[in-house]
């Protein structure tokens, strides 16, 4: 399966299970995972942190993910 994650802004940077696979817009990247759900982080410096837990199933290609990010009080 694949998976795509978009934010607004861009150039956040994702963590899926734990480990980073790299910056919004992540196009098609490449999901194994033996488990059912699966943990996506996107962090970027003066925003708050979102994450979300997807459902996944091998050999399936998620729904592409679109991240509003809020910029975190001064």
Known sequence: ???SVY????????FINGNKV???????YPL????EKVDI????????LKSQVV???????????NFKLIKTEP
Do not use: R
């Open 1 to 3: 399966g694949a998976i």
């Open 7 to 14: 934010s607004t802004p861009s150039e956040a940077q994702i």
């Open 22 to 28: 790299g910056t919004t817009p992540l196009v098609a």
């Open 32 to 35: 194994v995972s033996d488990e």
């Open 41 to 48: 982080i996107l962090i970027k410096e003066g925003y708050q």
């Open 55 to 65: 459902n996944f199933k091998p050999n399936q290609s998620l729904e592409p993910l």
